[in-house]
C-alpha cells in the first residue's frame, strides 16, 4: 500500500502557511502536507515522523522567523544523516544577498521562491523534487505518477 509523502511547510505567519497549503491542495492525493509555525515544530516534527519511518520528502521554509531563521532550520536539517534525502526550499521575502548564499552552500536548498510566488511554479518544482525523492529513496514511481513530473521520470528511467 502506497505510503504518502510528507512535505512540510514552515513560516510563522498563519495566512502564508494556508496560502502555501492551498497551493499543494494538487499534491495532495499522494502527500500529506504539514504545517509549523516555527523551526523548532518542524524540527519535533522531523524527529516524530522519522521514528514512524515517514517518508519526509520536502521541507518548505520561510526565512525570517523568530528563534531560528528558515536558513537555520534548512541547515540543521541537511545536516542531519536521517534527512539527507530531503529536499529543501526557502521561501521568502526578506532575505540578505549573505542569507541567500548560506541556504546554498550550507542548506542545500534547490529552490529560492520569493514572496508573493507563482503558485503554478511552486507546484511544479514541488513535483520535480518529490520525483528525485521518489527514485533517489527506492520507492515504486508507478504508485505516485499522477503528482510527479513527467519530465524527470523519464530522465530517471533513462539513466536504468
Not at 61 to 85: C, I, W, Y
Not at 107 to 121: T, V
Request: aromatic share 6%; with cysteine.
Amino acid at each position: 500500500m502506497m505510503q504518502k509523502l510528507i512535505v512540510i511547510c514552515v513560516d510563522d505567519q498563519p495566512e502564508v502557511l494556508s496560502a502555501v497549503s492551498r497551493d499543494l491542495a494538487a499534491l495532495s492525493s499522494h502527500c500529506v502536507i504539514e504545517e509549523c509555525q516555527s523551526a523548532a515544530e518542524c524540527l519535533e516534527l522531523l524527529d516524530e515522523l522519522d521514528a514512524e519511518g515517514a517518508p519526509i520528502a520536502l521541507v518548505i521554509s520561510d526565512h525570517v522567523m523568530p528563534a531560528m531563521t528558515g536558513v537555520d532550520l534548512l541547515t540543521e536539517v541537511n545536516s542531519d544523516e536521517r534527512f539527507k534525502q530531503t529536499h529543501k526550499f526557502l521561501l521568502t521575502g526578506l532575505a540578505t544577498h549573505q542569507d541567500t548564499i548560506r541556504a546554498i552552500n550550507q542548506a542545500g536548498i534547490e529552490q529560492y521562491f520569493e514572496k508573493a510566488w507563482n503558485p503554478d511554479e511552486l507546484v511544479l518544482e514541488c513535483k520535480r523534487a518529490l520525483t528525485h525523492f521518489v527514485f533517489e529513496t527506492g520507492l515504486d514511481y508507478t504508485e505516485y505518477q499522477p503528482i510527479l513530473d513527467a519530465e524527470s521520470v523519464y530522465i530517471h528511467l533513462r539513466k536504468v
